[in-house]
Nanobody, 121 residues
């Protein structure tokens, strides 16, 4: 299984970015986005079931980020609006084969390589 994240970059505060994560052709029970800032632990951002009927967001993402998926292209997206300097991090997509939507890293089996997002003030 291979997850390929892309879409990161350097933006200014208030800008938007859309991250994409393409998988190698499998379907999963859940998909998620996590992020890791320098010197900090990896933290949950958003997750959704593959069917799209369950969605979960971290408090920092609510109202600004939106997770979605394209079942035809087997891609999951993270639309990030009104970005803030504190959103600066490497963003990872993840996929889980079983279980319900979760904000726990250990509930996801497969991880992408990460895409870097830098938000300047």
């Amino acid at each position: 299984v291979q997850l390929q994240a892309s879409g990161g970059g350097l933006v200014q505060a208030g800008d938007s970015l859309r991250l994409s994560c393409a998988n190698s052709g499998r379907t999963f029970s859940k998909l998620g986005w996590f992020r890791q800032a320098p010197g900090k632990e990896r933290e949950f951002v958003a997750a959704m079931s593959w069917r799209g009927d369950r969605v979960k967001y971290a408090d920092v993402a609510k109202g600004r980020f939106r997770i979605s998926r394209d079942n035809i292209n087997l891609t999951v997206y993270l639309q990030m609006n009104n970005l803030k300097p504190e959103d600066t991090a490497v963003y990872f997509c993840a996929a889980g084969q079983w279980g319900l939507v979760s904000d726990k890293t250990n509930s996801f089996t497969y991880w992408g390589q990460g895409t870097e997002v830098t938000v300047s003030s």
